[in-house]
């Protein structure tokens, strides 16, 4: 009798002993499952195509002229080279484009007989609907990435830009105070830069960041126009 229970125990402590294994083996295998999703979750978002909303702060610009909110965004698509397979570091290259804007009390215009660009304030009797600066760059950014596993992020890098567009946009009244509306844009072409260099900051997590950006060259070349500088600040957004 003794020996048949105990020859009945031996396939019960088999078969317990296997089920033991058999779960922790399954749970080996949903862990090592969620650190290879999690990982290919971090890889989805390699700021291949990236979307920067930003303030502008002008730098340098005369006392007198007051900033208001200056919205402004980038767009890039960028090549995303590691490193190594299962390096956490990139380079990121490719192209994009810049839009600048600057609402103030003042119009910059071109002074044909002084050969210089400045800023004219608004008299205080004048309403206007619309007064913008709209300043465009197309560039080439390169960019050194770094993003570990658990989805943080940060980037450094520099923009090489062409200059698209400078423009003063009106819509209000006369600033002659003649009594008329005006509803205008003209191109400033005179004295700026053609060429600008800005450095750039990204640091976040996963999908989103916090931007900053400072153009380095100056908007006009030297002596044609205020010594002004664009520096943003805001976020980013990688959509793959």
């Known amino acids: 009798m003794f020996l048949q229970m105990k020859i009945f125990k031996i ?3 088999c078969i317990c002993l296997f089920s033991v294994l058999s779960v922790f083996s399954q749970e080996q295998k949903n862990n090592e499952l969620a650190q290879k999703l999690k990982r290919e ?3 989805v978002f390699r700021d291949r195509l990236v979307l920067d909303i930003f303030h502008t702060q002008w730098i340098n610009v ?3 002229v ?3 909110f200056n919205p402004g965004f980038c767009i890039s698509a960028l090549w995303d080279f590691k490193a190594t397979k299962k390096s956490p570091i990139s380079f990121g290259l490719g192209l994009g484009c810049v839009y600048y804007t600057q609402f103030s009390n003042a119009q910059l215009k071109y002074d044909r007989d002084k050969g210089y660009n400045k800023y004219y304030i608004l008299p205080d009797p004048v309403s206007s609907k619309l007064n913008k600066i709209t300043y465009i760059n197309c560039h080439i950014p390169i ?3 770094y993003r570990h596993k658990c989805g943080f992020k940060i980037t450094a890098g520099v923009r090489l830009g062409v200059v698209a567009e400078l423009s ?3 819509k209000g009244d006369n600033i002659e105070g003649n ?3 005006e509803n205008y844009k003209y191109f400033l072409k005179s004295g700026r830069q053609n060429f600008n260099f800005d450095v750039i900051v990204r640091c976040g997590w996963k999908f989103a960041a916090v931007f900053y950006s400072y153009q380095v060259t100056k908007v006009f070349s030297d002596g044609k126009g205020p ?3 664009p520096m943003s600040m805001g976020i980013s957004l990688s959509l793959f």
């Open 11 to 13: 396939p019960l402590f």
């Open 143 to 145: 960019e050194l990435r």
């Open 66 to 68: 007051k900033n208001k």
């Open 227 to 229: 010594k002004i500088n």
């Open 179 to 181: 009594g008329t509306s």
């Open 62 to 64: 005369p006392g007198q």
């Open 41 to 43: 979750a971090v890889e």
């Open 168 to 170: 003063q946009r009106y």
